[in-house]
């Protein structure tokens, strides 16, 4: 129901198992917003933060080492896509569910990160209680996404075919992680690095990404996405 104030799929609410306090993982490059979410999440009952990084890479080698039951990452991780870790956690086979957070709630973001196989999506306006009943429904197998986003709206009513047109939507996933990067001011050796692929690959997204916005600019992509809300401009 639009303006539900929960948007789940089970409906279960006690942290599971019983027998022992869920683990979680914690990665955001920002210090006190790590060390405020872990203190958040270790004061409801029944879960644990066992560890906090800072970087991409560390927490998909902490998921790997420590398999926690579920991993909090944030969006805009510097050194590797969000997506990414998601990915690689799903084809290692690792039992860690996985979790973005982020103060976007645009469409392609959110539909993004749930495609790739995350859990869910929290935004970082979340109240207490959203964060743990977001954490019973990742450990008992649910799917969680903060109720401010309106989640019917991210697949469409039934019959329409106007929101479909709308330009960013033709976008593929390896696309949107170009342009997302790209408004951000990264170059494309670097964004490369992010979305392990070569220069040329990435070369190749931006220009059919262009294409299919018509923007043919740097510049025109930030505006384009400041406009959207799909900007996060990072001061320098």
Request: include cysteine; hydrophobic fraction near 40%.
């Given at each position: 129901m639009p303006g539900s104030a929960t948007q789940t799929i089970t409906t279960t609410?006690?942290?599971?198992?019983?027998?022992?306090?869920?683990?979680?993982?914690?990665?955001?490059?920002?210090?006190?917003m790590r060390e405020g979410l872990s203190a958040l999440c270790n004061s409801i009952?029944?879960?644990?933060?066992?560890?906090?990084?800072?970087?991409?890479?560390?927490?998909l080698a902490e998921i790997q080492r420590l398999q926690p039951d579920v991993a909090l990452l944030d969006w805009n991780l510097a050194d590797l896509?969000?997506?990414?870790?998601?990915?690689?956690?799903?084809?290692?086979?690792?039992?860690?569910?996985?979790?973005?957070?982020?103060?976007?709630?645009?469409?392609?973001?959110?539909?993004?990160a749930l495609r790739t196989g995350a859990c869910g999506f929290?935004?970082?306006?979340?109240?207490?209680?959203?964060?743990?009943?977001?954490?019973?429904?990742?450990?008992?197998?649910?799917?969680?996404?903060?109720?401010?986003?309106?989640?019917?709206?991210?697949?469409?009513?039934?019959?329409s075919r106007?929101?479909?047109?709308?330009?960013?939507?033709?976008?593929?996933?390896?696309?949107?992680?170009?342009?997302?990067?790209?408004?951000?001011?990264?170059?494309?050796?670097?964004?490369?690095?992010?979305l392990q692929l070569s220069p040329k690959t990435v070369d190749t997204y931006r220009s059919s990404l262009m294409r299919k916005l018509d923007i043919h600019d740097v510049a025109g992509l930030v505006k384009f996405a400041i406009k959207r809300d799909l900007a996060d401009l990072k001061a320098s």
């Open positions: 609410f006690s942290p599971t198992p019983a027998s022992r306090r869920a683990e979680i993982l914690i990665a955001d490059e920002l210090t006190l009952a029944g879960y644990t933060v066992v560890s906090q990084v800072g970087t991409a890479t560390a927490a896509a969000a997506t990414e870790v998601i990915r690689r956690v799903r084809e290692l086979g690792l039992r860690t569910r996985c979790a973005v957070f982020s103060q976007r709630k645009d469409k392609k973001t959110v539909l993004e929290l935004l970082k306006t979340s109240t207490y209680d959203q964060m743990a009943e977001a954490l019973t429904q990742f450990v008992n197998g649910g799917i969680y996404v903060s109720p401010q986003i309106e989640v019917m709206s991210l697949f469409g009513e039934p019959g106007n929101q479909v047109e709308d330009p960013i939507e033709t976008l593929s996933s390896r696309e949107y992680q170009v342009f997302t990067l790209l408004v951000e001011g990264i170059r494309a050796k670097e964004i490369a690095a992010r």
